[in-house]
């Protein structure tokens, strides 16, 4: 099965605004466009992943992701992170109607295709499926077979409302790069002991996150 991934992205201007305290407002655009860049990298080299949709309004970001392979497309409805993703989602589904879509955190630095691929092999067998992330509280990826609405609740308490919405957890363990996004100083610390990939380290260099 042949997946399509949708990842929404902030302008960076605007993204990863808990990073300040560990990373200041002028390093932090360019740690979100990282982030993002080693999250479409990773999840291109996947071997489940047919294409990526990006939906960003960020001229930047469209510019630099669109020359790792993703189609960036505006955020349309303008009218939040559920609505961008369930627009990514009727884009892919127009050109491919019986397209698998999954909805990505565009914050997985650390990502590793071998552990998206066994994910999205587990969530091939239901309708629609989830991974919780490290903290156990919200989302990293949201799965939708051929058939499926992705029907996205991101936001606070996204795995009990990704739950209640009838889509199956997926149990698995060894997934810790697909689980590790990052928001704070103490994320990107677990990120780096997964290892960073190419695009955050190098932005990362050198950075000093405050204990």
């Excluded at 001229?59 to 409805?77: E, I, S, T």
């Amino acid at each position: 099965m042949q997946w399509t991934l949708v990842i929404p992205l902030k302008p960076l201007a605007r993204a990863k605004s808990r990073l300040t305290p560990a990373a200041g407002d002028g390093l932090r655009p360019a740690l979100a466009l990282a982030f993002a860049e080693d999250t479409v990298a990773a999840a291109l080299a996947c071997a489940a992943v047919r294409d990526v949709v990006v939906v960003t309004d960020d001229a930047r970001a469209g510019r630099a992701l669109a020359a790792l392979g993703a189609r960036p497309v505006p955020d349309a409805p303008a009218a939040g992170l559920n609505a961008a993703l369930a627009h990514g989602a009727d884009l892919a589904r127009g050109a491919r109607p019986d397209a698998p879509v999954a909805a990505l955190n565009a914050d997985l630095p650390a990502l590793r295709p071998a552990e998206l691929v066994r994910a999205l092999d587990a969530a091939a067998e239901f309708p629609r499926a989830f991974l919780p992330d490290a903290a156990g509280i919200g989302t990293t990826l949201l799965t939708a077979a051929p058939g499926s609405e992705l029907d996205p609740r991101f936001g606070a308490d996204s795995r009990a409302r990704h739950t209640a919405s009838g889509a199956r957890e997926l149990p698995l363990v060894d997934v810790a790069s697909l689980r590790q996004d990052v928001d704070t100083g103490d994320d990107l610390r677990a990120a780096l002991a997964l290892g960073l990939g190419p695009h955050t380290a190098a932005v990362a260099a050198g950075l000093l996150i405050p204990d």
